[in-house]
């Protein structure tokens, strides 16, 4: 069973910068892709980041692009999402998720980490 754990949420001031991570166990880590989701109250989620495998390939939507850097260690089994600048519209809930790239979907994912940005 592989089981991802999110951590580093918080509050903070817009502006302010946060570094979530993800610890994996179970499985095999340096085969997955992963990313980091978002979904606030009333919106629908939204992935804001993803990671192949060996890192060599990122994604970021233009809603984060500048501003978050996802990055991963293999040998810890661990993914991390940078975030700075934050703003307003950040806070929502935060989960990381992994899928095999055979996998159309991502099929482990986390419990989540809440972000809240205020002014």
């Known amino acids: 069973q592989v089981q991802l754990v999110e951590s580093g949420g918080g509050s903070v001031q817009t502006g302010g910068s946060l570094r979530l991570s993800c610890a994996a166990s179970g499985g095999t880590f340096g085969t997955y892709s992963m990313a980091w989701f978002r979904q606030a109250p009333g919106k629908e989620r939204e992935r804001v980041a993803t990671i192949t495998s060996n890192g060599g390939f990122t994604y970021y939507p233009d809603s984060v692009k500048g501003r978050f850097t996802i990055s991963r260690d293999n040998t810890k089994n661990s993914l991390y999402l940078q975030m700075t600048s934050l703003k307003a519209e950040d806070t929502a809930v935060y989960y990381c998720?992994?899928?095999?790239?055979?996998?159309?979907?991502?099929?482990?994912w986390g419990q989540g980490t809440q972000v809240s940005v205020s002014s």
């Open positions: 998720a992994a899928r095999t790239v055979s996998a159309s979907q991502y099929m482990y």
